[in-house]
C-alpha cells in the first residue's frame, strides 16, 4: 500500500515538471514565498485569514506580540485572538517542493550569457528576472508603506504645531490680560493714595491756616491794646488816668500756645514707608511667581509621546541615565547608608538617625533625595535575600503596611527574589518572568506615563513596563527586607 502511494506521488511529480516543462509555465516566485524573510516558503502554514507563511516565521512574529494579547497577520494585519494553533501545510509543502524542481530543470534549457558553467550554478534569465521582480514588488511595497506612514506622521506633526501655536497664543493673550488688569489695579492705587494724600493734605493745611488767622488776630488785638496801654501810662492828669485805666487793663481771652498740637516733622513720611512696605512685598511675590511661571513654560512637553519611542537597547537606555542619591530622612532606622549614599544595607541594628516625618518606620524602605521628571534611567545592583525596586510619590504614607512599596495606589514595585520576579502596584501582584539577574534596571518617561523594569546582564530584558498617567513627580526608591542584603544604585557612564 506504502509502495503505491509513493509511486502514485512519484508519477504526479514527473507529470507536474513535465507539463510545466513542455508547456513553459512560469510561476509567480511570490506565490511560494514568504513576506517575512522573503524565501521559498519552509514548512509552510496557513493561518486564518488565508495568508502563508514559513512556520518558524510566524512563530517568531507572534511571539513578539505576545504582550498585547493578540495576534495579527503580517499582510492584511487581521488580528486573532486567542493565537492560532500553526500546523503545517502539507499540500502547499508538496508544491513548493515541485516548483523548485521545476524551476531548476528549466533552468538547463535557459540562456546563461556564460558560455562555460563549470565552477558556478545556472539559472535561467526569465527565473532570474523572476525573483528579481519580487523583490523589487516586496520592495516597492515596503517603501510605499513607509511613505504613507511617514506621510501620516507629518499630518500629525502639523497638527501639533498648529496646536502650539494655538495653545502658545492663548497663552499670550490671556497673560496680557491678566497683566493688564494689574497694571490697572496698580494704577488705581496709585491714584488712590496720591488722592488721599492730597485730601489729608489739604485738611490738615486748613486746619493749620486757620489756627494760623486765629493767632495773628491776637496779636494784632494785644498790639493795639499794648499801645493803648502804652498811651496810658504817659496820661498827666492823674484823674484821667484812674479813668480810662479798668477799660483799658481787661484783656481778651487768649489762645495758648499748648493747644497747638504739632506733630514731629515726618507728616507724609509714614505714607512713603507704606508703599515701600507693599512695593517689597510684591517684588518678593513676583519674583517667586515668576520663578514658578518660567519653570512651568520651561516644562510644557510639546514632544508626541510614543510608547514605540522607548529604547530598545541598554546603550539607547543609558542615553537616559541619572544618578540616584539617597535621602537619610527617609531611610528606615535599620538601613545603613554608604557609598555617598547610593548604597543601602540592612543591618538589623537601629542606626542613631534624628526624628524626622518623612522616615519610613514600617519597613526597611528609603527614597531618593531628588525628585524624578522627563526621561530617566538608572540601575539597582542587589546582594543577598532579596530586595524591592520602585517609584514612589513623595505623600505616600511613612508607617503601617500601607506604606509598603506597592501596596498602594502612590508606589509601583518589582520584588526580586532569588527565582522569580513580582510586579505590585495598589496592593495588586503580577507574576512576572524573565531572566534572573543581581542587576534591575529602571527606565522612566514621566510625561508619557511608561515605567519599565529590565533585567540586566550580558543582555538586557524587559521584565515589565507600565502605561498609565503620573500626576506627581517621582522619586526611586527601594525596600532591603532581608538581613545582610544590600542595593547600591549604580554610576552609569
Known sequence: MLKSVKTRRAT??????????????????????????LDPLKDPVTIPCGHSYCMNCIKSHWDREDEKKTHSCPQCRQSFTPRPVLVKNTMLAFLVEELKKTGLQAASADLCSVDEHKGHDTVSAAAARTERKRK???????????????????????????????????AVEHSEKIFTELIRLMEKRRSDVKQQVRSQQETEVSRVKELQE???????????????????????????????????????????????????????????????????????????????????????????????????TRAGLLRYSHEIALDPNTAHTELLLSEGNRKVTYISQPQSYSSHPDRFTYCGQVLSRESLTGCCYWEVEWRGGGVVVAVAYKNISRAGSVSVFGRNDKSWSLVCVNDSYYFY?????????????????????????????????????????????????????????????SAEFSKLK
Not at 14 to 30: F, H, I, L, P, S
Not at 143 to 165: S, T
Not at 457 to 471: A, D, G, K, P, S
Open 12 to 37: 504526479l511529480s514527473d507529470t507536474v515538471r513535465g507539463e510545466m516543462a513542455q508547456k513553459g509555465v512560469q510561476v509567480e516566485q511570490e506565490a511560494i514565498s514568504c513576506s517575512i524573510c
Open 214 to 312: 486765629k493767632l495773628e488776630q491776637e496779636i494784632t488785638e494785644l498790639k493795639r491794646k499794648d499801645a493803648e496801654l502804652k498811651k496810658l501810662s504817659h496820661t498827666e492828669d492823674h484823674n484821667q488816668f484812674l479813668h480810662n485805666y479798668p477799660s483799658l487793663s481787661a484783656l481778651s481771652e487768649s489762645t495758648h500756645s499748648s493747644s497747638i498740637n504739632i506733630r514731629p516733622l515726618k507728616y507724609f513720611e509714614d505714607v512713603t514707608a507704606a508703599v515701600s512696605e507693599v512695593r517689597h512685598k510684591l517684588r518678593d511675590v513676583l519674583r517667586e511667581t515668576w520663578t514658578n511661571i518660567s519653570l512651568t513654560v520651561t516644562e510644557v512637553d510639546v514632544l508626541l509621546s510614543n510608547p514605540q519611542t522607548e529604547p530598545e
Open 136 to 170: 523589487l514588488k516586496v520592495s516597492r511595497q515596503n517603501i510605499q508603506q513607509r511613505i504613507q506612514d511617514r506621510e501620516e506622521d507629518v499630518k500629525v506633526l502639523q497638527q501639533e504645531v498648529e496646536a502650539i501655536n494655538g495653545s502658545a497664543d492663548k
Open 425 to 485: 502596584h495598589n496592593d495588586v501582584q503580577t507574576p512576572v518572568s524573565g531572566p534572573q539577574s543581581s542587576r534591575v534596571g529602571v527606565y522612566l518617561d514621566h510625561s508619557a506615563g511608561i515605567l519599565s523594569f529590565y533585567s540586566v546582564c550580558e543582555t538586557i530584558t524587559l521584565l515589565h513596563r507600565v502605561q498609565t498617567t503620573f500626576t506627581q513627580p517621582l522619586y526611586a526608591g527601594v525596600n532591603v527586607y532581608c538581613s545582610d542584603t
